[in-house]
């Protein structure tokens, strides 16, 4: 675009079009900005347009978000992405305007032009824009002299933002050179920016609140660079003048501001600043501690006087997590002394740990308005940064050094608080929700387990006085109801420690509160449930049995569906993960499985309607299929069941392309095909030809449920998929599959079971194509992936079709290409294979090479078959961790249950894992046992071989090997 009245005014028309409350003009103006945006200089005529003074504000603003969106597809667009990137030549322009543009803005445009510039610097700092601190601390001298404020701030604002990246990314020597280049530029003019604004702080502390606000807010985001750039290890400048910045922080945690603090959002503002400094000093103490140590008294000091006097508000929920967690590191440290003062742990414990344990009217509302985050906060282990937890963090934080004192104080504080709920428990109770809490919060979990301990009361004698009761009551809606959820939480914590008659009593309770109308209750009446039946004894059997739950087993599922039925619980994955795991234990029958896939299938429809909750909808399909594989693993009539019912859900999900869903329907359908004994309904072989559309195959995240579902196929129905050039769409699929790198291992999932299922005489035709496709990727991808999926398959077409099969047909590509291809990659390779079964059939197929193919037979292939043995040995006699190192391809997934994971994979309606070798028990002895035989066929010759192409650890294994299967080789 070129900068000239007329696109000035068509520009400015477009944004103000793009702000009519009537959609018609709303959508023609942005189609229009969309085609402007794939012209050069679009950008840099938005941005000018941004700038012009004579345009109305509220058109610039609108341009000053386009612009930020604009660089934000545009200025470094990834790799697939089919975006115009921003040319070089305009980019160095907007560089140029940027700064200056976004200083001298308008409040609201400068924070999209601050946005704007961290998006540019994400990319091109510093290494791309090393004008960019330099002119950021020059504008920053400017405003510093002038005492323009809201320059400055918009500055150390932007600075914050793009320093940031020091507190999230790994160390390494790129990092650490930006780093110092950042250091170089910005830490002296930050620290003289922070001293003169607390020396006007101090001069204007009792100014008024408008004064005061713009130089707080200043300290606050100095104090947030000085944490960015002390994080990966303590500079040498700011060791240099740790005494200014110390000092300095100081004041702001022991001194008041009345006339900010009495006036409106400006405590909100002051704490800020407090936890500002709190996570510096923190951070200094976790990182730094030797050099900080001369300041620790002081900051301890203040911190504590500070907690005593901060309310309960919630707008000081942060100052309060900040600063406790400060003392929580104190009193791990080595100068945890600070707390053995006579009467420093009741201080602590009274003053700062039970009035922030208590609840607060802010609980008991978040309790009834917002039960899930309530859940997430309370039971979940994820709110390290609310008042309640951290407070027992330092509670635990203390008892590292001082457990017997810690201990006791807690225990009487305990039997207090239950006393004071005795002497009035309708006005108290929250009394006794402090008591469960504290003794709930201080337990220790046993390390890799989830069994857990605690010192401060007699767990059994608790349960039975303090749980009990409210189990017991009748009213399971009675008040208070964050009693009865307290009670259910203790109840699932300690749950190993209840013995099972007296679990057993109260089960009943336990199904009666899936009946009450709080959705913590309910929820987490269902989560006790749940976590009770994983419970396992020192034997490692589960405790709870389908005979210990089938005397309630009816009025459990009717109450569980029930609970799903109530407001905001329409969703409730604490009530479906239940259902899932009491139908994985219970004893399935036909009674069971009418209401349970009636249920299920109507959560399943409405979910359809709008999937909302990715870790409901997956427990929702998890129980659908756990109930198939129970109840036709038990009755096989039960199929046609399951097929009337669930059938339309898969259908609307099919026929509608429900994204979210599809890949669960079509590992549910594999399950139900896999389950049925040929020949396959024709309901199900209508389906075929769909899956072999090509279209179907290009998105990513249907791909591993779309191998799965062809595979049943080919496993049940392998003659019919050979008719009609089936077989030959196969193949096509699976090649492509392999071609990319990122589906290769599904690819030869499909190959696998097309070897299995199909004769030889089937495959033949075909065969040429699929070694041909195969060595052509092998050119260019030698992964260990790629290869041990290669070795993997031809081991199969070997066991199943015979050594002569599998030598002929790869020669019938190139003469010899077998032994090359087993001198360059299966020998070598062989020993890095993993897995059971893997295992045993590469061993199994490299033995039957040994002893029946004639070419390796042959005098010319000695060393052939000597390193052969060598590798077989290898792979059967040493562990897989001392024989594969990690495969640098395979990355570690956390779990993620959101929409974002290209593929989850249900449990319950998982593949089985075929042995294709059953009739072979051991590989071991098949090995030494082949070999025995084929040495008598040529005494004299083999022993040789293998003394010369044998590692000698190899050749005492294989004649132990020998001795133990009473086996010789001569």
Sequence with gaps: MEWNPQDLHTLSQCFVNTLSPSPEPRRRAEAILSDFSQKPNYGLAVLRLVAEPNVAEEIRQAASVN??????????????????????????????????????????????????????GKHDFPRLWPNLLPELTGSLQKASQAGDYASINGILGTANSIFKKFR???????????????????????????????NLIESAANANAAALKPLFESQRLCCRVFFSLNYQELPEFFEDHMNEWMTEQMKYLANSYPALENSPDGLALVDELRAAVCENINLYMEKNEEEFQAYLNGFALAVWNLLTTVSQSPSRDQLAVTAIKFLTTVSTSVHHSLFAGEGVIPQICQGIVIPNVMLRDEDTELFEMNYIEFIRRDMEGSDLDTRRRIACELLKGIATNYKPQVTNLVSVQIQNLLTSFA?????????????????????????????????????????????????????????????????????????????????????????????????????????????????????????????????????????????????????????????????????????????????????????????????????????????????????????????INLFPSIQKILVEDVQEFYPYALQLLAQLVELNRPPIPQSYMQIFPMLLSPDLWKKASNVPALVRLL???????????NQEGSLRQVLEISNKLVSARSTDEQGFYVLNTVVESLDFNVIAPYIGQIWSSLFTVLQTRQSPKYIKCLLIFMSLVLVK?????????????????????????????????????????????????????????????????????????????????????????????????????????????????DDPLKDIRDAKEFLVTSLARLSAQFPGRYPQIISQYVEPANQAELLRLCNSYNCQIV
């Excluded at 390494?172 to 604004?197: G, H, M, R, S, V």
């Excluded at 043995?869 to 959101?898: C, H, K």
């Design 67 to 120: 612009f930020k969106n604009h660089l934000k597809v545009r200025w470094s667009p990834a790799p697939n992405s089919d975006e115009p990137r921003i040319q070089d030549a305009e980019k160095e322009q907007i560089k140029a305007l940027i700064v200056s543009l976004m200083l001298n803005a308008t409040p609201r445009i400068q924070g999209q032009l601050s946005e704007a510039l961290v998006l540019i």
């Design 801 to 913: 079709h015979g050594s002569t099969n599998l030598v002929e047909s790869v020669n019938g590509i190139q003469a010899n290409l077998f032994l090359m291809i087993l001198g360059q990659f299966w020998i070598s390779n062989l020993t890095h294979i993993t897995g059971f079964i893997e295992t045993k059939l590469t061993a199994v197929a490299s033995t039957r090479l040994l002893c029946e193919s004639q070419m390796l037979l042959d005098a010319a292939a000695v060393e052939h078959w000597g390193k052969l043995l060598n590798s077989i040995i290898t792979l059967l006699s040493r562990a897989e961790q001392d024989r594969v190192e990690e495969d640098p391809e395979m990355p570690e997934f956390a779990e993620n249950v959101g929409y974002s994971a290209t593929f989850i994979r249900l449990h319950n309606a998982g593949k089985t894992e």
């Design 423 to 643: 002497a009035n428990p309708e006005k108290n109770w929250k009394d006794k929700d402090c008591a469960i809490y504290l003794v709930v919060s201080l337990a220790t979990k046993k390390a890799g387990g989830t069994s857990v301990t605690t010192d401060l009361v007699d767990v059994q004698s608790f349960f039975g006085s303090v749980i009990v009761p409210e189990l017991q009551s009748q009213d399971v809606n009675g008040f208070p109801p964050m009693l009865k959820a307290g009670a259910l939480k203790f109840f699932t914590m300690f749950r190993t420690h209840i013995p099972k008659p007296m679990t057993l009593q109260f089960f009943p309770d336990l199904i009666r509160f899936l009946r009450a109308e709080s959705n913590v209750v309910h929820s987490y009446a269902a989560s006790c449930i749940e976590k009770l039946l994983l419970v396992k004894d020192e034997s490692g059997q589960a405790r709870y049995t389908s005979l210990d739950i089938s005397p309630v087993l009816p009025q459990l599922m009717n109450n569980l569906f029930e609970a799903l039925q109530v407001p905001e619980s329409e969703e409730n994955q604490y009530i479906m993960k239940c259902i899932m795991r009491v139908l994985g234990v219970a004893d399935i029958s036909r009674e069971i499985v009418g209401p349970c896939i009636t249920g299920l299938t109507s959560v399943l429809n409405k979910a359809c309607e709008n999937p909302k909750n990715p870790v409901f909808n997956h427990y929702v399909f998890e129980s659908v299929a756990v109930l198939v594989k129970r109840a036709c693993g038990k009755d096989a009539s039960l199929i046609a069941v399951f097929e």
């Design 168 to 198: 999230h990314e790994f160390k390494t020597n790129e990092l650490l050179y930006d780093l110092k280049y950042c250091l170089e530029n910005f830490a002296a003019p930050l620290l003289e920016i922070f001293l003169k604004t607390a």
């Design 711 to 721: 595979q049943a196929f080919l496993k049940k129905a392998p003659h019919e998929l």
